[in-house]
């Protein structure tokens, strides 16, 4: 059995599979197994030796992981399925969605996973040209990120870790209406996180050098079914919100596998 993707699902699978009988071996494109477990989440949210010893207890029990592995790339989809008798594709969800809005895809713009990884690569002991140049290091910097969700909190939490000057959380719905854990709002909020509730997006003020993200002013509407109120833009309340360091953390969709005919993992 093989298995593209060495996060959560590929290993739960593994693991499974191994319990049953089955010979198992494991694709990744990265150098460590775990995916998010042990480059998306941050330490103080998931400490690395857990999944470190998950992983260990894969190998110890036959799981055979191949890793810098990227499939499409260094062995073909073709060649891997000819290799075994079933294959799972576990690569989960990597495509941040974008910033729809003018600038939205500014070189100043980071994805969430980007400023993540990268804070998880430095703490695991590995040298990250992006973190030492500063690119994707908010020490000294104003951050901003926008989003509600955990990997918005993980964003806001990791910046004041690194000494950002100031982390603003903006453009995010009432704390009852929001995506993330109202914990994760409540330890932000205790570290010195500030929060712009009911906000939104209007441009990020970019350029040679970002000087901030231009918001607008919202109010909830009726409840749905579900009983979240959506967002209604404020007529003439627009307001600039300060930062050199603009994250945009709204959430991820599965990568798409038939890119350029390849199979990515």
């Not at 964003?155 to 854990?181: D, E, F, I, W, Y």
């Amino acid at each position: 059995m093989g298995i593209i993707g060495a996060g959560p699902a590929g290993m739960a699978a593994a693991e499974s599979l191994r319990l049953r009988g089955y010979q198992v071996t494991i694709y990744d494109r990265h150098d460590r197994p775990g995916g998010l477990l042990i480059y998306g989440i941050p330490n103080f949210k998931l400490e690395k030796h857990v999944v470190e010893r998950r992983s260990k207890r894969l190998q110890d029990g036959g799981v055979k992981f191949v890793m810098n592995c990227n499939v499409g790339e260094t062995i073909s989809f073709d060649d891997l399925r000819a290799k075994h008798d079933a294959v799972l594709i576990a690569t989960g969800c990597y495509e941040a969605r974008p910033l729809n809005a003018p600038n939205g895809a500014d070189k100043h713009v980071v994805k969430a996973l980007d400023f993540l990884f990268t804070a998880n690569r430095v703490g695991l002991g590995d040298s990250v040209a992006a973190y030492d140049d500063g690119s994707l290091n908010a020490a000294g910097r104003r951050v901003v990120v926008i989003g509600g969700g955990d990997t918005a909190m993980d964003c806001v939490r990791t910046a004041t870790r690194q000494g950002a000057k100031s982390v603003h959380l903006s453009l995010s719905p009432r704390p009852r209406n929001m995506p993330g854990s109202q914990r994760e709002v409540a330890n932000a909020e205790e570290e010195g996180v500030l929060f712009d509730w009911l906000a939104a997006p209007k441009a990020v003020k970019g350029g040679a050098k970002a000087s901030g993200v231009k918001a607008v002013r919202m109010r909830l509407g009726a409840p749905d079914a579900s009983g979240r109120q959506a967002p209604q833009e404020e007529p003439d309340s627009e307001y600039n919100v300060p930062g050199d360091l603009i994250i945009a953390a709204l959430g991820f969709d599965p990568e798409d596998l038939r890119v350029a005919g390849k199979r990515r993992c």
